[in-house]
């Protein structure tokens, strides 16, 4: 006995190495998990608070009082959304130690208390006997309990089966200290260490893969900028945020929504981003030339009030040719003193402005359009469309009357000028219900898409193409079309003096380097013809300036970026020559090829122009003020229809493929429409250029760049579910506040969305005392119209 007990004090001692490589790697599983706690609590709570911080000075910069506080709460949302995972990543890590610990705990032996049996142990290796094993029989009691109590942890219930293949009763320790087995004596036991080998193993895998997920999330957070948060997690979030403002929004009885006020009299033909008092503190000395500059001023959050004494437009064609002088802000000196050729064909009888070009027979529009007819080849003007030509950006349009005189030929002419306070080129050619828009070649690129116009018109434009190094002509370069004309009137081509003819040369050469071939030069008129073939630039001399641009510069949809000194467009698989194309109205059809260019689907094309063919028609049936009145019915068959020229000015908020556009011409409707394509979705803004309609890029964000009441419908597909989704930037009530502001009195509004935003939306239309029903759809159960009008107030402001 003496010599067995110096055994068991000898080999007491002796470690095992398998004792050493388990508590190195408990140690290392410790500290990798205290490790990582730690650095998840520090660079979590530095995040999340130079996050918020940063964001509320952002906001108080730009937004409301209100709208900050929402903005907090959304930002506080991330931050809870932030912990919440963090927790419930070290819940899974703490598990999995646990689970390490009742494993270790499970690979001790099962003890059989066989006196002289050697007993192997993953952690010791000694001989004992049943005396030195058991004392006494409370000792025995003692482990039988823990041991019991082991195998019937929380824990280890899923793994119960892998240990025991029945219950404890049947296959259980006895008092004698065997445990009955069913299985020959070496089975169980090389069956019980195999499967402890692949439980650790499994678990050794499910902590470093915890680890890693634990130390990479924190390090993107940590390291992933605001933009690609809230591109992220912020989504959700925002999502949700925005569900409940709707439903708080709905819960408000119409009583408790407070209407907005009237803007003073001051703000009758405010555009906001065009700010002459912010352009001269940027250092523009000419106060006439305004550039675009959003998010410098403050939201005006009132109603734009008409002047005193506006009158509803005249219908088309009528109003084509005479409006109301009352409509639009022009002295008397401005009309008589109008020196342009667009622009002196205009003249005051009493309250009306009448554009009569048809009496003046020697420099009218009509000659002046059959002359660059001819320059380019063509019999007259009726020949356009059969040159390719359709659409047509006039810059400095004066007051239209190209536009005016070409659209009989099936022409549609995009004006564009600079923002005036007072006889604006565009605010006028509106009110004669033609396309015009505030823009100007400048600084910035223009938000249309390469390759947009057939031809550019510059008749006494007033832009010096010789200036800023020739960018001015390499931005025109990209908005025309392979094959299209640049036609220039000015007195600069005829001029005599040295110094105008410098300048002329110098255009001339920039023209030549661009690829423009002129065609030809009558009285102060000239006409280019941009290349159709690419290999033109290849062929020019060595390093002659531009250069083409690199595929990450030549952005198809630039939305008001810097000018490029580059040629674009060049990449475009839409570089298609004017003369190859389909002429209108054939080139409103796409064909085979065209489709796999705008990566569309012929089914999916022709079933959305199905579909809105349906709509136009519902949606005209419905412009009635019937629906509003006190017993509210849907127009019937036997009700007549309203008159094909009711309206004129449109403005698709969310054009998507342009089908609603071409669903209003077939269907009769003597209107244009400006396309939107909102930066926040797919952009299909090519494709509607290409088909030969009209729209520009934009952030409805943003003020629009037009003057108050120049729209006579606002339509709304799908642009609340769009907005919704992003950045809560501005609310739905900014929306509103600035359709109203596009919106002539008695114009009309059309949403189709989600029953759910329509609902929120019909709560707000009450705060602009717009009047509104919210119809449905019958072959949509999940969608909604919701029908508007703006009533014309007479009362002026206070």
Same mark, same amino acid.
């Given at each position: 006995?003496?010599?067995?007990?110096?055994?068991?004090?000898?080999?007491?001692?002796?470690?095992?190495?398998?004792?050493?490589?388990?508590?190195?790697?408990?140690?290392?599983?410790?500290?990798?998990?205290?490790?990582?706690?730690?650095?998840?609590?520090?660079?979590?709570?530095?995040?999340?608070?130079?996050?918020?911080?940063?964001?509320?000075?952002?906001?108080?910069?730009?937004?409301?009082?209100?709208?900050?506080?929402?903005?907090?709460?959304?930002?506080?949302?991330?931050?809870?959304?932030?912990?919440?995972?963090?927790?419930?990543?070290?819940?899974?890590?703490?598990?999995?130690?646990?689970? !390490?610990?009742?494993?270790?705990?499970?690979?001790?032996?099962?003890?059989?208390?066989?006196?002289?049996?050697?007993?192997?142990?993953?952690?010791?290796?000694?001989?004992?006997?049943?005396?030195?094993?058991?004392?006494?029989?409370?000792?025995?009691?003692?482990?039988?309990?823990?041991?019991?109590?082991?195998?019937?942890?929380?824990?280890?219930?899923? !793994?119960? !089966?892998?240990?025991?293949?029945?219950?404890?009763?049947?296959?259980?320790?006895?008092?004698?200290?065997?445990?009955?087995?069913?299985?020959?004596?070496?089975?169980?036991?090389?069956?019980?260490?195999?499967?402890?080998?692949?439980?650790?193993?499994?678990?050794?895998?499910?902590?470093?893969?915890?680890?890693?997920?634990?130390?990479?999330?924190?390090?993107?957070?940590?390291?992933?900028?605001?933009?690609?948060?809230?591109?992220?997690?912020?989504?959700?979030?925002?999502?949700?945020?925005?569900?409940?403002?709707?439903?708080?929004?709905?819960?408000?009885?119409?009583?408790?929504?407070?209407?907005?006020?009237?803007?003073?009299?001051?703000?009758?033909?405010?555009?906001?981003?065009?700010? =002459?008092?912010?352009?001269?503190?940027?250092?523009?000395?000419?106060?006439?030339?305004? =550039?675009?500059?959003?998010?410098?001023?403050?939201?005006?959050?009132?109603?734009?009030?008409?002047?005193?004494?506006?009158?509803?437009?005249?219908?088309?064609?009528?109003?084509?040719?005479?409006?109301?002088?009352?409509?639009?802000?022009?002295?008397?000196?401005?009309?008589?003193?109008?020196?342009?050729?667009?622009?002196?064909?205009?003249?005051?009888?009493?309250?009306?402005?009448?554009?009569?070009?048809?009496?003046?027979?020697?420099?009218?529009?009509?000659?002046?359009?059959?002359?660059?007819?001819?320059?380019?080849?063509?019999?007259?003007?009726?020949?356009?469309?059969?040159?390719?030509?359709?659409?047509?950006?006039?810059?400095?349009?004066?007051?239209?009357?190209?536009?005016?005189?070409?659209?009989?030929?099936?022409?549609?002419?995009?004006?564009?000028?600079?923002?005036?306070?007072?006889?604006?080129?565009?605010?006028?050619?509106?009110?004669?219900?033609?396309?015009?828009?505030?823009?100007?070649?400048?600084?910035?690129?223009?938000?249309?898409?390469?390759?947009?116009?057939?031809?550019?018109?510059?008749?006494?434009?007033?832009?010096?193409?010789?200036?800023?190094?020739?960018?001015?002509?390499?931005?025109?370069?990209?908005?025309?079309?392979?094959?299209?004309?640049?036609?220039?009137?000015?007195?600069?081509?005829?001029?005599?003096?040295?110094?105008?003819?410098?300048?002329?040369?110098?255009?001339?050469?920039?023209?030549?380097?661009?690829?423009?071939?002129?065609?030809?030069?009558?009285?102060?008129?000239?006409?280019?013809?941009?290349?159709?073939?690419?290999?033109?630039?290849?062929?020019?001399?060595?390093?002659?300036?531009?250069?083409?641009?690199?595929?990450?510069?030549?952005?198809?949809?630039?939305?008001?970026?810097?000018?490029?000194?580059?040629?674009?467009?060049?990449?475009?698989?839409?570089?298609?020559?004017?003369?190859?194309?389909?002429?209108?109205?054939?080139?409103?059809?796409?064909?085979?090829?065209?489709?796999?260019?705008?990566?569309?689907?012929?089914?999916?094309?022709?079933?959305?122009?199905?579909?809105?063919?349906?709509?136009?028609?519902?949606?005209?049936?419905?412009?009635?003020?019937?629906?509003?009145?006190?017993?509210?019915?849907?127009?019937?068959?036997?009700?007549?229809?309203?008159?094909?020229?009711?309206?004129?000015?449109?403005?698709?908020?969310?054009?998507?493929?342009?089908?609603?556009?071409?669903?209003?011409?077939?269907?009769?409707?003597?209107?244009?429409?400006?396309?939107?394509?909102?930066?926040?979705?797919?952009?299909?803004?090519?494709?509607?250029?290409?088909?030969?309609?009209?729209?520009?890029?934009?952030?409805?964000?943003?003020?629009?760049?037009?003057?108050?009441?120049?729209?006579?419908?606002?339509?709304?597909?799908?642009?609340?579910?769009?907005?919704?989704?992003?950045?809560?930037?501005?609310?739905?009530?900014?929306?509103?506040?600035?359709?109203?502001?596009?919106?002539?009195?008695?114009?009309?509004?059309?949403?189709?969305?989600?029953?759910?935003?329509?609902?929120?939306?019909?709560?707000?239309?009450?705060?602009?005392?717009?009047?509104?029903?919210?119809?449905?759809?019958?072959?949509?159960?999940?969608?909604?119209?919701?029908?508007?009008?703006?009533?014309?107030?007479?009362?002026?402001?206070?």
């Amino acid at each position: 006995m003496l010599h067995t007990h110096q055994s068991i004090s000898f080999t007491k001692t002796l470690i095992s190495p398998n004792l050493i490589i388990l508590s190195m790697f408990r140690v290392a599983i410790t500290t990798l998990l205290f490790l990582s706690f730690c650095s998840y609590i520090c660079i979590s709570i530095l995040g999340s608070a130079m996050d918020l911080v940063g964001f509320v000075f952002a906001q108080l910069e730009e937004d409301s009082s209100n709208d900050v506080f929402h903005k907090i709460l959304n930002n506080v949302g991330i931050i809870s959304l932030y912990w919440f995972l963090g927790a419930f990543i070290k819940y899974l890590q703490f598990c999995t130690l646990n689970y !390490l610990l009742v494993v270790h705990k499970m690979s001790r032996p099962l003890y059989r208390g066989v006196s002289g049996i050697r007993i192997p142990e993953s952690s010791y290796d000694y001989t004992l006997d049943s005396d030195s094993l058991y004392k006494d029989k409370p000792d025995k009691e003692d482990f039988d309990k823990r041991v019991f109590s082991n195998h019937n942890s929380p824990l280890l219930k899923p !793994l119960r !089966l892998l240990f025991s293949p029945g219950s404890h009763s049947k296959y259980g320790i006895t008092d004698n200290g065997f445990s009955s087995d069913p299985f020959p004596v070496g089975t169980p036991r090389n069956r019980h260490q195999l499967v402890l080998l692949l439980l650790r193993f499994s678990l050794v895998c499910i902590v470093i893969l915890a680890l890693a997920g634990s130390f990479w999330w924190t390090i993107s957070v940590s390291t992933s900028s605001r933009g690609h948060i809230y591109n992220g997690y912020r989504k959700l979030q925002e999502k949700l945020i925005s569900d409940l403002l709707d439903i708080e929004e709905i819960s408000y009885a119409p009583s408790r929504l407070k209407e907005l006020e009237f803007c003073s009299q001051e703000f009758e033909n405010y555009v906001p981003c065009f700010n =002459v008092s912010d352009n001269l503190a940027l250092g523009y000395s000419d106060s006439n030339e305004v =550039v675009r500059q959003c998010g410098h001023e403050p939201r005006q959050g009132c109603l734009v009030l008409s002047p005193v004494n506006y009158k509803i437009p005249l219908r088309w064609p009528t109003g084509k040719d005479v409006i109301w002088f009352s409509n639009v802000k022009i002295s008397a000196q401005e009309v008589l003193s109008s020196g342009s050729l667009t622009k002196r064909l205009m003249m005051l009888d009493e309250e009306q402005i009448s554009f009569r070009s048809a009496s003046l027979m020697f420099d009218g529009v009509e000659d002046y359009s059959h002359q660059i007819a001819e320059m380019i080849g063509l019999r007259n003007e009726s020949n356009f469309i059969q040159a390719g030509v359709r659409t047509i950006l006039d810059i400095g349009c004066g007051y239209g009357s190209v536009g005016a005189h070409l659209f009989n030929s099936q022409l549609l002419t995009m004006c564009i000028a600079n923002y005036e306070p007072s006889g604006s080129q565009v605010q006028l050619t509106l009110e004669r219900g033609l396309p015009a828009m505030i823009a100007s070649f400048s600084s910035k690129q223009l938000p249309f898409p390469s390759l947009s116009f057939d031809m550019l018109h510059c008749a006494w434009c007033g832009i010096d193409w010789d200036q800023k190094g020739g960018l001015l002509l390499i931005e025109a370069d990209r908005l025309l079309k392979p094959g299209g004309y640049f036609v220039w009137t000015s007195p600069l081509i005829n001029a005599r003096n040295k110094d105008n003819q410098k300048r002329w040369m110098l255009i001339h050469e920039y023209t030549g380097n661009l690829c423009w071939e002129m065609l030809t030069q009558q009285d102060e008129t000239v006409v280019w013809k941009k290349t159709s073939k690419k290999d033109c630039y290849s062929k020019r001399k060595t390093d002659s300036p531009p250069p083409l641009c690199g595929r990450s510069y030549d952005v198809e949809s630039p939305y008001y970026r810097e000018l490029q000194n580059c040629i674009g467009g060049t990449h475009s698989s839409r570089w298609i020559s004017i003369e190859e194309r389909a002429k209108w109205p054939s080139r409103d059809n796409l064909n085979k090829d065209e489709f796999a260019v705008y990566g569309l689907q012929s089914d999916e094309f022709a079933e959305d122009s199905e579909s809105w063919r349906t709509a136009v028609h519902n949606y005209w049936s419905l412009l009635s003020p019937v629906i509003f009145s006190d017993h509210p019915k849907r127009p019937g068959d036997e009700d007549p229809p309203p008159p094909y020229n009711m309206l004129r000015n449109v403005l698709d908020m969310n054009a998507h493929l342009g089908n609603f556009n071409s669903a209003l011409l077939q269907a009769g409707k003597s209107v244009w429409v400006m396309n939107v394509v909102p930066t926040s979705g797919p952009n299909y803004l090519p494709l509607i250029q290409d088909r030969g309609y009209l729209g520009l890029l934009h952030d409805w964000c943003e003020a629009f760049p037009s003057y108050p009441r120049t729209y006579d419908l606002v339509h709304a597909a799908g642009l609340l579910s769009l907005e919704t989704g992003q950045q809560h930037r501005c609310t739905v009530l900014d929306l509103f506040i600035e359709i109203d502001r596009l919106l002539r009195p008695e114009g009309w509004i059309i949403f189709r969305d989600s029953a759910p935003l329509i609902e929120s939306a019909r709560a707000q239309t009450t705060r602009l005392k717009w009047d509104a029903r919210v119809i449905e759809i019958e072959s949509d159960s999940d969608q909604r119209l919701l029908i508007c009008q703006k009533p014309f107030f007479k009362k002026q402001a206070k």
